[in-house]
C-alpha cells in the first residue's frame, strides 16, 4: 500500500495559477520497476477523470487535452512528491482532485502514454478542492 497526501488545493480566479502537490509515503519514486502516478479530478455530477500521468521516467507524462498546454507535472524524487502546476485556471476545472498510484507493472504502463484508468488504481489520497470562481 500507497500512502498519498494532498496539498495546494483553493479557491482561485479565473486565468490564475495553483499547483497541487502529492505526498507519497511507504513507496519511493526512485524504485525499481514500472509503476505510474496519476493526478485525476471529479467534479460534482460527473465521473472521475484523469488529468496527468507520469511514469518512472519524465520522458512518459501524459495530459488530458482539458489541461495540455497550460499545465506541468512533475516529480521531485528527494522530497517523494510529484506535483501538477496548472496555468489559465477555467471554471470548469472546478473539482476535487485525487492523487492515485498504480504499482501493478502490467496496467501502470497504460497510464502515462494513453492516459489512466481509474479502475487500475488501488491507491488514492483524500483529495484536494480546487474552486475557480470570480
Known amino acids: 500500500q500507497v500512502q498519498l497526501v494532498e496539498s495546494g488545493g483553493g479557491l482561485v480566479l479565473p486565468g490564475g495559477s495553483l499547483t497541487l502537490s502529492c505526498a507519497l509515503s511507504?513507496?519511493?519514486?526512485?524504485?525499481?520497476?514500472?509503476?505510474?502516478i496519476s493526478w485525476f479530478r471529479q467534479a460534482p455530477g460527473k465521473e472521475r477523470e484523469g488529468v496527468s500521468c507520469?511514469?518512472?521516467?519524465?520522458?512518459?507524462?501524459w495530459y488530458s487535452d482539458s489541461v495540455k498546454g497550460r499545465s506541468t507535472l512533475s516529480r521531485d524524487n528527494a522530497k517523494n512528491t510529484v506535483s501538477l502546476e496548472m496555468h489559465s485556471l477555467k471554471t470548469e476545472d472546478t473539482a476535487v482532485y485525487y492523487c492515485?498510484?498504480?504499482?501493478?507493472?502490467?496496467?501502470?504502463?497504460?497510464?502515462?502514454?494513453?492516459?489512466?484508468?481509474?479502475?487500475?488504481?488501488?491507491?488514492w489520497g483524500q483529495g484536494t478542492q480546487v474552486t475557480v470562481s470570480s
Open positions: 492515485a498510484a498504480d504499482l501493478d507493472t502490467s496496467t501502470a504502463v497504460v497510464g502515462p502514454r494513453w492516459g489512466p484508468r481509474a479502475y487500475d488504481y488501488e491507491n
Open positions: 511507504t513507496f519511493t519514486l526512485d524504485e525499481q520497476g514500472y509503476y505510474a
Open positions: 507520469i511514469g518512472p521516467t519524465d520522458g512518459t507524462i
